[in-house]
């Protein structure tokens, strides 16, 4: 036994620890093994999904992007970016400078106000009329203050000077119809704006869109709100027109070409600084 124990080499020989002393642990890069798992309740068994050929279908992913699209939405997102990439003259940029929220928000509270009849309450007001001359009685005709449509009708009026207050639509299409309207109210002194949406203002006279609206006359309940937001209006585009005259608009590029024109100046500037050091 003692020849045995000689030939064998003290590698092969397994050393158990002291008593009272705990073995090491594993290394960090050795996984302990893991504990044998209880059974669980079949109904809520979970399974590792495989989306090999012929297994599980892969998740939904969104198509937004393959879809094709309708040729009108096409052309309006084509005519948005291009907007964008040219260089837009002043006279159609202007357009862009839409009245603020607030102020939006009163001057549609008092066009509302001021709505033009639509067809049932004509039809309702001449069966009263009709029916009052067949009794024989007088009917007073008075002429409404409403809010007056149509861009040639507007055009008369801004010209003759009736025209208290224009609303003009951003998004006429095509623009050439509106485009000289801001430069003859301001000729004319007529206070004008500019407003987000001719469906918006298409909807004051029950029409599906408007390019313009005008205000010829207002109550005089309604005359201290109106002084207020025409001199509101008019500090933002009467008084600034000049100014808008001069503003051209467009030149935004695109992510990718703004990314490209940044790194081409931080090469340029580090060039300059390694210079200025020489």
Known sequence: LSSAQSSTPRSCVARMPPKG????????????????????????EKKAK??????????????????????????????????????????????NNTLDKNLATSLFKILLKYRPEDDAQKKERLTA??????AGKEVESKKPVVVKYGINHITYLV?????????????VDPIELVIWLPA????????????KGKARLGTVVH?????????????????????????????SYNDRFEASNRKWGGGIMGVKSQAKTK??????DAELRAREKV
């Open 184 to 195: 003859l109210c301001r000729q004319m002194n007529v206070p004008y704006c500019i407003v």
């Open 129 to 134: 009329q009709a029916a009052a001359e067949a």
């Open 159 to 171: 010209e003759q000077g009736k025209a208290q207050l224009v609303c003009i639509a951003h998004d």
């Open 50 to 95: 495989t989306f090999g050929i012929g297994q599980s279908l892969p998740p939904r992913q969104p198509l937004n992007r393959y879809v094709k699209w309708p040729k009108y939405v096409r052309i309006q997102r084509a005519r948005r970016v291009l907007q964008k990439r040219l260089k837009v003259p002043p006279a159609i940029n202007q357009f």
């Open 207 to 235: 029409k599906k869109t408007a390019t313009a609206l005008a205000l010829t006359a207002i109550k005089n309940e309604d005359k201290m709100e109106f002084s207020k937001l025409v001199e509101a209006i008019k500090g």
């Open 263 to 268: 790194k081409k100046q931080r090469i340029i």
């Open 21 to 44: 002393k705990k073995p090491a642990p594993a290394p960090a890069g050795v996984k302990p093994a893991a504990a044998a798992k209880s059974p669980s309740d079949p109904l809520f």
